[in-house]
């Protein structure tokens, strides 16, 4: 009760799900016809899927929801073990890489299944408190990030708060 008390207080003082789905929804203007993977789409939270950013994109789009958990009623899937090669369109994987102990498999892997041009979206907390204990495994950093996202052919950070002492990244890097 009390860890679930910080985060509620936390995305509220730092803005964290607003800036989150500000950004999901203007990327997903524009996008029809496209096969969407979204990883981590959670679990449901007041009848919904809250943290699924299935309801920000067109009906038009092939989207399939995952999560490692098959309680929450997705497909299953774990992104250091997924075996896809150019077979979507997009990828978002939203608050899921500070969770993944091989954050390295995970983004070679997210490339590897996204087409030529492909889109994945990337959102990871930074100043953001421990949650989903005890898989909750990294921070990362700008530079850590344009590291690891070294094979994409463009990434584009944005950050929230300021550049210094960011709250949260969100990245779209394309293949």
């Known amino acids: 009760m009390a860890k679930a008390f910080f985060r509620l207080i936390s995305q509220l003082v730092f ?3 607003r800036y989150n ?3 999901i929804k203007k990327f997903s203007k524009g996008i029809k016809n496209k096969k969407i993977l979204e990883l981590g789409s959670g679990k449901k939270l007041r009848g919904e899927y809250f943290y699924s950013t299935k309801r920000f994109f067109d009906k038009s789009n092939e989207f399939i929801q995952t999560d490692v958990n098959k309680k929450f009623g997705h497909k299953v899937l774990d992104v250091t073990k997924m075996d896809y090669r150019n077979k979507y369109d997009v990828i978002i994987c939203m608050n899921v890489l500070e969770h ?4 390295n498999k995970a983004v070679s892997n997210i490339y590897k299944a996204l ?5 994945a979206v990337i959102f ?3 100043f953001y408190p421990l949650h989903d204990e005890p898989g909750d495994y990294w921070r990362f950093t ?3 990030l344009r590291k690891m ?4 052919s463009k990434v584009e950070i944005r950050h929230s708060g300021i550049r210094q002492y960011p709250f949260a990244y969100y990245i779209e890097a394309i293949k």
């Open 142 to 144: 700008e530079h850590s």
């Open 115 to 119: 087409k030529k041009k492909g889109t």
């Open 149 to 152: 996202l070294k094979d994409f």
């Open 124 to 126: 990871v907390p930074v």
């Open 21 to 23: 789905n500000r950004c």
């Open 15 to 17: 803005g964290t799900r």
């Open 100 to 103: 993944v102990y091989d954050f």
